[in-house]
Nanobody, 122 residues
């Protein structure tokens, strides 16, 4: 059974930073998604198995950084210059895959964490 466990959410003010962590049971492709109240879940960032390829939503490009530490089976989402519109529940998603790939659609992921709340106030 694959486990996906996020941590690191919280409440911050505009311009602050947060780092989310996602620990999985195995070497898996990872992605981050978020869902704001009344909105559909949206893609945030994704990373390949080796961590050499990444993809970002336009709304977070230049502010968020996805990375991973394969020695710890853990992925990270460093979020800088946070804005109120970043407020959402952030989900880590994982799936088995091959080197050199990443996925940006929620339907491509098999395993999901429980989500962690990020609230940014103005």
């Amino acid at each position: 059974q694959v486990q996906v466990v996020e941590s690191g959410g919280g409440s911050v003010q505009t311009g602050a930073s947060l780092r989310l962590s996602c620990t999985v049971s195995g070497r898996l492709l990872m992605g981050w998604f978020r869902q704001a109240p009344g909105k559909e879940r949206e893609f945030v960032a994704a990373i390949s198995l080796a961590g050499t390829k990444t993809s970002y939503a336009d709304s977070v490009k230049g502010r968020f950084t996805i990375s991973r530490d394969n020695t710890k089976n853990t992925g990270y989402l460093q979020m800088n210059s946070l804005r109120p519109e970043d407020t959402a529940i952030y989900y880590c998603a994982a799936r088995r895959g091959v080197t050199g790939h990443y996925y940006t659609r929620a339907s491509d992921y098999t395993f999901w964490g429980q989500g962690t709340q990020v609230t940014v106030s103005s």
